[in-house]
């Protein structure tokens, strides 16, 4: 896989909801919708997150493991 193939692959951005609760020292689990699917990932966050919570990730710490943010509300 080739930089340009990794990049549209990475998870980072995608909106997803929190399936296991993340606590304070994670790591929760959240279900994104990327690459024409819903995928688990290990989740982790600066604060504790709830479950059924909409977040968005931030950052990819690993190919399994993303860091998210609570979703904005409108």
């Given at each position: 896989m080739d930089a340009a193939d990794d990049a549209e692959q990475s998870p980072v951005g995608a909106i997803g909801r929190v399936t296991?609760?993340?606590p304070p020292n994670?790591?929760?689990e959240v279900l994104l919708a990327i690459r024409g699917g819903t995928e688990a990932f290990a989740a982790w966050a600066e604060v504790p997150?709830?479950?059924h919570v909409?977040?968005?990730v931030v950052d990819r710490?690993?190919?399994r493991s993303v860091v998210v943010e609570p979703f904005p509300s409108p």
């Open positions: 296991v609760s993340i994670g790591p929760g997150i709830a479950r909409r977040v968005i710490t690993s190919a």
